[in-house]
């Protein structure tokens, strides 16, 4: 059966997160809940997706585009509830051409749901030969959670809310996930008929597993991992479930060969990828697109958003951002490299140095108490501590030049545009405003004034 369509609902505020921000757009390991929900319906290849919007519409649809510039983005109106949300989904769906095959539906607070777990419910909605299938999970703890209410057969009789549960029906622990197939024609029918005739006023997706018994079977199928259907509803519920996510992807590393001094400690988000024998130290994140090569030691509380560190390389008590890291290369600590470098091979970058567009050539090495921003330095240069290259005249960024084999004083001042040669040696407190041939040497010349007794006497 042809998979037509997937419906994500992304309309809701998410009050319990107390935030200004829609609760699909929060995070967790480093995109948003809609993001890594998307992305694993993507990975299905539906003919259509699409992502029912309603609160911060705008914001939310721009996010979503971001994510997939083919999606469908449907209005919901201000009837509240899930089973509205379908209705705007399938009325704007069905106009744009007839579905025909199996329509997934998910909600959008569920940041761990992966394509394994929609891929198997797929497989046993096709197998079943049921006119919509429920994704269910087995908690030890279901409380808050509506409980799935089996026939003999299997299948599903009812969905019951807690608040209207009995003895009986709240022993069960297997619940509900907001996760849905059905066939595309029996949602039709059975949407089409949905009554808000409750207490919320609203008009609830479950009602619609009720009308579809009338065109064949409701089947259950429990997805074996109960992380990976774990809504979010508040910052509490978001925190341990980013704790546990966490916790899987540094056991993960760590069966791949690479050390974590404290998993409890260190943080690593999906897109990361880490070589062998990698050793990272408590405290520190790990984000964005970053790589980390073999043998390398990263931390302790150590900072990488979307860096490159090559093997070898030590990374300690500092924030990389957007940069690259040579072999054998030493920084730290309390290094800060913004983005933009290049740092070679057994470069060093020191306690308190600030790098922005700075490419390093190898063995160069920036001690300590240094910013060097739009400049190029060449191999085998030492940078002497308190040297700053002025590259900003208040309007404009320009470009330092210091070439191979340079000794830079204490304390320089390079005001770019300038270039230094290669061979060059500066005195300390020098402020290079002119070109330096190679093989030179520069100084400022600076005068030294001594004024005896100016202390008032008390």
């Known amino acids: 059966m042809a998979f037509s369509a997937a419906i994500i609902l992304a309309a809701g505020e998410g009050t319990r997160m107390k935030s200004a921000d829609p609760k699909v757009l929060h995070t967790l390991a480093g995109k948003t809940f809609l993001n890594r929900v998307m ?20 914001r939310v649809a721009a996010a979503a585009r971001s994510y997939d510039e083919n999606v469908t983005i449907v209005q919901q109106d201000d009837i509240p509830g899930t089973g509205r949300a379908v ?39 096709a197998a079943s030969g049921n006119s ?11 409380t808050g959670y509506g409980r799935i209410i089996r026939d003999s057969e ?39 008929g949905l009554s808000n005739n409750n207490a919320q006023g609203e008009f609830y997706l479950t009602d619609a597993l009720e009308k579809a018994k009338g065109f064949g079977g409701v089947g259950a199928y429990a997805a074996p991992d109960a992380l990976a259907v774990e809504g979010v509803n508040d910052r509490v519920q978001l925190a341990s479930l980013a704790k546990q996510h966490n916790r899987r992807v540094c056991e993960a590393w760590m069966r791949a060969g690479v050390t974590i001094l404290d998993p409890d400690t260190t943080w690593i988000e999906d897109d990361v990828e880490l070589a062998r024998d990698v050793t990272v130290l408590p405290g520190s994140f790990l984000q964005g697109h970053t790589t980390v090569g073999e043998r390398a030691v990263v931390g302790p509380y150590t900072t990488l958003i979307d860096a490159v560190i090559d093997e070898e390389a030590v990374v300690e008590r500092s924030r990389v951002q957007g940069s ?16 933009g470098n290049e740092l070679g091979e057994g470069t060093k970058a020191g306690a308190f140095v600030e790098m922005k567009k700075a490419h390093i050539d190898n063995g160069t090495k920036v001690p300590h108490l240094s910013y060097v921003g739009d400049a190029h330095v060449g191999e085998h240069t030492n940078i002497g501590g308190g040297t700053i290259t002025a590259n900003y005249d208040g ?25 230094v040669g290669d061979g060059v040696t500066t005195g300390a407190g020098s402020v290079v405003r002119h070109d330096v041939p190679a093989d030179s040497m520069v100084y400022s010349e600076n005068t030294q004034h001594v004024v005896e007794g100016w202390k008032p006497a008390e």
């Open 39 to 58: 992305s694993s319906i993507r990975a299905l290849d539906p003919g259509i997706l699409a992502v029912v919007v309603h609160y911060q519409a705008e």
């Open 324 to 339: 690259h890291i040579g072999k054998a290369a030493n920084i730290g600590p309390w290094t800060y490299l913004r983005p």
């Open 87 to 125: 209705q705007c989904a399938m009325e704007q769906l069905s106009a744009d051409g007839q579905l025909d095959g199996s329509v997934l539906i998910a909600a959008s607070d569920m940041p761990l749901l992966d394509s394994d777990t929609l891929r198997q419910l797929m497989d046993f909605h």
């Open 154 to 192: 299997g299948h599903v009789l009812r969905i019951v809310e807690q608040k209207d549960a009995n003895s009986s029906e709240l022993a069960v622990h297997e619940v509900n996930t907001s996760v849905y197939v059905f066939d595309a024609k029996v949602l039709a029918q059975a949407i089409a």
């Open 132 to 142: 919509a299938t429920v994704l269910t999970t087995i908690l030890d703890d279901p």
């Open 395 to 419: 309007k404009r960024k320009h470009h330092t030049e210091i070439g191979s084999g340079v000794h830079v004083g204490a304390g320089n001042l390079f005001v770019a545009p300038v270039t």
